[in-house]
């Protein structure tokens, strides 16, 4: 998959796959993310923090975002030498095709561009699938944290049981796309 800095233009898009997932989890009875966040997505788009994954033929597998500190979920931890990935997004007709992996090994070669040590993440715990996925993907869980209410914090997370992810940078640095 290519990976590239998002444009407004891909926005109608974004929000499509924000409310196929938003289903997947009702019907999978997990925690729901917000509605789709306009403002935050945009200014992650103007401020070149939101990426867009594409297959080989030009269609749009997904999105996420990266932010360079996460000390309200990561508090202690966060030391200034990690990326975070957040809001992992698929497009529902490229379910299967490895979005997630892609998105994490282009991450190391992101991280290591910016001098960091760690690629990290978080999800819900209870997501037993998508845990599994990560560790296969490399990852190991870090820590496994009820959040309660934390100002600043989107109120999705609180009163849920949050997995924390990390990778070391160093063994994956030169997979970069």
Known sequence: MEIKPSSPSHVPEFRRFWEAALEYQRSSKLPLWPPYPVQLIDGEVRDGLHFSAFTPNGRMAGFFSLILSDPLIWEEQEKGDAIYIHRMCVNPACKGQRLAAS????????????????????????NEKLMTYYTACGFRVVNIRKIGIIPGLSPHYYHNNLAMFENEVKAQAGSRS
């Open 103 to 126: 998105v994490l090994a282009w991450a190391y070669g992101y991280a290591a561009s910016l001098g960091r040590r760690f690629v990290r993440m978080d999800t819900w715990a209870d």
